[in-house]
């Protein structure tokens, strides 16, 4: 997610900036249910992405964030309907 994919799954970005994984693997295909995105652990053909790196930044958008732990899981939960 964000323009970069510097986020892994829609559970992280309704994290703040600074929660959000600073380190995953991209490059998997396995669809992550429950977090809603893409596998992010190591595997064949994976590779290690950075956010520190220049570019790479996941410091994106705020929406969400303030959101209670209760209304952003009943919000992935809507998501996971459409």
């Known amino acids: 997610y964000l323009h970069n994919g510097s986020v892994p799954t829609l559970k992280d ?17 396995e669809f992550d249910p429950i977090d809603v995105g893409l596998y992010s652990g190591e595997g064949e053909n994976s590779s290690l992405f950075d956010t520190s790196l220049e570019g790479n930044s996941n410091e994106g958008h705020l929406y969400g964030t303030h959101l209670s732990e209760e209304d952003k899981k009943a919000l992935l ?4 309907t459409l």
Request: charged letters at 30%.
């Open 13 to 29: 970005m309704l994290k703040i900036p600074e929660l959000r994984p600073q380190t995953f693997y991209v490059g998997s295909r």
């Open 77 to 80: 939960e809507y998501l996971k």
